[in-house]
């Protein structure tokens, strides 16, 4: 088993990054590499699981806030290790556009729960700043 704080750092980028991915090829890669095949995701009562149940969460993600360019998701730079297999993060939306921009938009912690191999078996998102209302 790798040592967890080895390798936190470049788990959280790529984590972070994954719901900007624009390129879906590139994006199903990420969610292989990042989440076993068995991972889920907890969010907001609903459940993804498998590569395949993260790939349309992942995508339905970046379509509905990233691809429109309204939004970047980032992470508040407050990166916590417990143990060697888990991971707490604020995961964010910030504004990319407007006179807001940059300011938070939505923000959720987000547990990572990793398997031997450092890749995601489980994660668990809870909202912290829902979105404004429209």
């Known amino acids: 088993m790798q040592h967890i704080t080895t390798d936190v750092d470049r788990t959280v980028r790529r984590y972070v990054a ?3 991915e624009p390129d879906a090829a590139a994006r199903r890669s990420a969610v292989a590499e990042l989440w076993t095949p068995d991972g889920v995701e907890f969010v907001e009562g609903a459940r993804f699981r498998g590569h395949d149940g ?12 990233v691809a429109s360019g309204d939004y970047h998701v980032t992470h508040d730079g407050h990166v916590t290790v417990h143990g060697d297999d888990m991971v707490v993060l604020t995961l964010q939306l910030t504004y990319a556009k407007g006179p807001r921009t940059g300011e938070v938009a939505w923000a959720a912690r987000a547990f990572l729960v990793l398997d031997g191999d450092g890749r995601i078996a489980r994660d668990y998102h809870l909202t912290v700043q829902p979105l404004p209302q429209a």
Do not use: G
């Not at 993260?54 to 806030?65: G, I, K």
């Open 18 to 20: 994954v719901w900007s």
């Open 54 to 65: 993260l790939m349309d969460r992942v995508s339905e993600a970046y379509t509905l806030f």
